[in-house]
């Protein structure tokens, strides 16, 4: 085998392993498996309240990877996080934006309207590694389970907000300091 097949053997071997571990934090995470967290509850007892209108339904990833790793800022080193799906569509009127946190960290979900031409994750971060929430028109509140020192939603749990949302595209953001910049944004497209 050459050395840069060899190379590209091992890259590829890296991601794999990488990967594999993610997913195991994941369903660790959504399961309420989280060492050394402090938080140990589970969504199997959850029961999120009804839902109004339209559900938008979007679900956190993470790579789990922590803050400062390999000597670059905090928010370089947080890995690829996202929302699934990155884009959903629904019709006008009350719709319920929902997240579902399988990712290993808390996240947040807001909703903020698109310009015309702009798309997800084209907004400017500041020097908080955040970007500005002026004309946001909501933000999900944890339902279940509730963590009143966690900032955003626990691994494992359930925020929503119910809008009523007019034609239009809206962006779906975590603003938690990195997240956006790593990845935390998706489009809702409204009919």
Not at 16 to 44: D, E, H, K, Q
Not at 89 to 95: A, E, L, N, T, Y
Not at 124 to 131: A, E, L
């Amino acid at each position: 085998m050459s050395p840069q097949r060899r190379g590209w053997f091992v890259a590829a071997l890296v991601f794999s392993v990488v990967g594999l571990v993610g997913s195991a934090v994941a369903v660790a995470a959504m399961t309420g498996s989280r060492p050394g967290s402090g938080w140990t509850g589970t969504t199997a007892s959850c029961s999120p309240p009804a839902r109004s209108g339209t559900v938008a339904g979007f679900t956190t990833r993470d790579m789990g990877m922590g803050g400062g790793m390999m000597g670059g800022p905090a928010s370089r080193a947080l890995g690829p996080m996202g929302f699934m799906p990155r884009a959903a569509s629904v019709p006008s009127g009350q719709v319920t934006v929902v997240l579902r946190n399988a990712g290993t960290r808390p996240h947040e979900l807001l909703v903020m309207p698109l310009a015309a031409g702009q798309s997800a994750g084209q907004r400017t971060v500041g020097s908080d590694d955040r970007i500005s929430e002026t004309g946001k028109v909501g933000e999900a509140q944890p339902v279940c389970p509730t963590d009143p020192g966690v900032d955003g939603t626990v691994p494992g749990g359930i925020s929503q907000v119910t809008l009523t949302l007019a034609p239009g595209s809206y962006e779906i953001v975590c603003n938690l300091p990195g997240h956006y910049r790593a990845g935390m944004h998706a489009t809702l497209t409204v009919s």
